[in-house]
């Protein structure tokens, strides 16, 4: 068992609401925009997680979601509440698919697609997840605050041509007070699909300050249940960065099994 503070077992309870947007009805939404992360824009964890949120919740009784395709618009500015639109696009045998909107001040700043699959049954494959030490063996981030442990693995030596296989490796779960929901869980993986770090700028691993950048958009598969509360490895791989932009790959395993994957499309600018 953890030795979690009192402090972040609140901070898991109020993750939990925050990302548990409040029903208006009509397939409408009201997020809250907390200033965990200064002044200057809301972390885009907080922003997938809470639009997927607002898509399970008009799900009822049906299938967990198995992806979700979002584009980040505007920066969204904490105080102001965010309105969520849920549109049903498709309510089938075997998908369920919802549209999300996003908007602060009444200005879109944020869209998804998400898509929800029945459970079946078919062929098993995955991509083996990497040897690596275990959580236990490594200290906790002295510099990670909130609800969360992490424990950094660090990325993999550079190879001979510059490129790295991972450019950060990491274990992380949440603090116990999450409401045990499957649908919270998937939202608060979302949530940690968004903790890339420096993973997408292979060039200056570990160095804030040296550039600006933006999400543009961030895609999350959901591939088996999972427990944001038990530990998590969340493997992350830089793809290519050019013309100002970056593509980052992750994969996010439980008891070695492969349960999210995530790809985001950065803006990067040297300041």
Do not use: K
């Amino acid at each position: 068992m953890a030795d979690w503070s009192d402090e972040q077992l609140e901070q898991a309870r109020e993750l939990g609401v925050v990302v548990a947007v409040a029903p208006l009805g009509d397939g409408r939404f009201r997020g809250a925009t907390p200033d965990w992360f200064g002044q200057g824009r809301i972390f885009g964890g907080v922003v997938v997680a809470q639009a997927l949120n607002a898509a399970v919740r008009t799900v009822t009784d049906g299938p967990p979601p198995h992806s979700m395709h979002g584009y980040f618009l505007r920066a969204l500015r904490p105080g102001p509440p965010v309105d969520l639109a849920v549109d049903h696009v498709r309510d089938g045998r075997s998908f369920t698919t919802r549209q999300v909107t996003m908007e602060q001040d009444e200005r879109d700043v944020f869209t998804a697609t998400c898509s929800f699959h029945a459970d079946e049954d078919g062929d098993e494959y995955q991509l083996a997840m990497a040897a690596v030490p275990g959580p236990d063996g490594l200290e906790p981030d002295p510099y990670h605050e909130g609800p969360f442990d992490v424990r950094e693995v660090g990325p993999t030596p550079v190879a001979s041509d510059g490129t790295y296989q991972s450019t950060r490796r990491m274990w992380v779960r949440c603090a116990p007070g999450l409401p045990d929901d499957d649908g919270m869980h998937a939202c608060v993986a979302a949530y940690l699909s968004d903790m890339t770090g420096t993973a997408f700028r292979p060039h200056n691993l570990g160095e804030w300050g040296t550039h600006t950048d933006a999400s543009l958009d961030h895609a999350v598969w959901f591939h088996r249940p999972l427990r944001a509360d038990e530990w998590l490895f969340y493997d992350l791989h830089a793809l290519v960065n050019t013309g100002g932009r970056s593509l980052v790959r992750g994969s996010m395993y439980q008891d070695g099994r492969l349960c999210l994957s995530m790809a985001q499309e950065l803006l990067i600018r040297p300041l």
